[in-house]
């Protein structure tokens, strides 16, 4: 195939061979595939496989593993070949392979919060004493990384209260998890949507996810350290109930807020993950990175190449290396003009195999 590489625009030459391999020098008898522009896949960096997100009734709620293998295999049939799972109840993910080969899945396991830190449907608590143990445990049973609840909302009498948003665990705490996690070659994305932010970056995590109240200051922290944001932009900027004034006004503040984040994050070079969280889609998240300033490319790149750089660490040979194996999707126009596009896929391979 010859086709406009994604999101930098390169023309790509090549093709899959029989071992479901990418090569410069596909076999003469191969099927041309459909499509003018081709990306190595899409990334969804923040993602909840095992949870429903029912917030107009009882609030998120878990799945059992059959349909968090059928969310999988739908994510990756609409083109995403990698997926970093960011906490499931009873860390069922990691009972779910990753597929062959870098393509599919990082699952993170359970969620580290002691008692009232999290939704008491998705989570154990963990009390701090128990805090390194448990992610060892994690990291022991596959996972590469760990998630913390570095803030959550009080629950008050089942409803949560983010106007009482506090810290789950002391900052040393949290000190002590970093370098417990990195002694074991994982890392550590921590879930905050309060000021806290700040002294969660300084106590060296690795991605902050959501991070609605981060500062310029640790943008700057966070891109020293090379570290990375996922902004959920599709959870946190979730359209305000009928009826309720009060938190459209605090929505269109978090949406100016965020741009201006946006805005900080290009200039200190900190690296933009794309995540849906459990409410969300990769087109959807893809548009509001770029109605809040990001390029079309940096937007599209967020939700592919630079996540997938930034997760496989590992992995330095670049998408359409000669011997990787062959993650890609098609697509007939060009996803940069419209990030729709990203939801008509003309064909999808995952580690060699035809997904669509």
């Avoid at 059959?66 to 295999?73: E, G, I, T, V």
């Avoid at 741009?259 to 290009?266: C, I, P, T």
């Avoid at 967020?302 to 000669?322: C, E, K, N, V, W």
């Amino acid at each position: 195939m010859t086709a406009i590489g994604l999101p930098d625009g390169h023309s790509v030459e090549g093709g899959i061979d029989q071992h479901g391999r990418w090569t410069d020098t596909p076999p003469a008898d191969a099927e041309p595939l459909p499509g003018r522009f081709v990306l190595a896949g899409l990334v969804d960096a923040h993602c909840h496989l095992s949870i429903a997100d029912d917030s107009d009734a009882a609030g998120p709620r878990p799945l059992p593993i059959p349909q968090a293998h059928q969310n999988l295999r739908a994510a990756q049939q609409a083109g995403t070949t990698l997926i970093r799972d960011m906490g499931s109840p009873g860390a069922i993910t990691l009972q779910i392979p990753a597929a062959a080969e870098g393509a599919g899945l990082l699952a993170a396991g359970r969620f580290l919060a002691p008692p009232g830190g999290y939704f008491p449907a998705l989570h154990e608590p963990v009390d701090a004493d128990d805090l390194v143990q448990a992610a060892r445990t994690q990291i022991a049973a596959g996972a590469r990384w760990v998630k913390l609840i570095g803030d959550f909302p009080a629950i008050d009498q089942g409803v949560t209260r983010p106007d009482l948003a506090l810290p789950t665990y002391a900052i040393e705490d949290v000190r002590r998890l970093v370098r417990a996690v990195h002694a074991e070659g994982a890392r550590v994305a921590a879930h905050t949507t309060t000021g806290w932010a700040a002294d969660l970056v300084a106590a060296g995590v690795d991605t902050i996810e959501h991070g609605d109240a981060l500062t310029g200051d640790a943008l700057q922290a966070l891109a020293d350290r090379g570290g990375a944001w996922t902004p959920t932009l599709c959870a946190v900027l979730a359209p305000a109930p009928h009826g309720d004034p009060g938190r459209r006004r605090r929505l269109a503040q978090r949406r100016e807020r965020l741009a201006y984040l946006l805005d900080e994050a290009v200039r200190h070079r900190v690296t933009v993950l794309a995540g849906t969280d459990a409410v969300g889609n990769l087109p959807r998240e893809v548009r509001l990175l770029t109605e809040l300033g990001l390029s079309p490319r940096s937007a599209l790149a967020a939700a592919s190449s630079d996540a997938r750089r930034y997760l496989l660490t590992d992995d330095t040979s670049g998408d359409f290396a000669p011997g990787r194996p062959a993650n890609l999707v098609t697509y007939h126009d060009d996803p940069r003009d419209d990030p729709e596009v990203l939801r008509r896929p003309a064909v999808t391979f995952a580690a060699g195999h035809r997904l669509h």
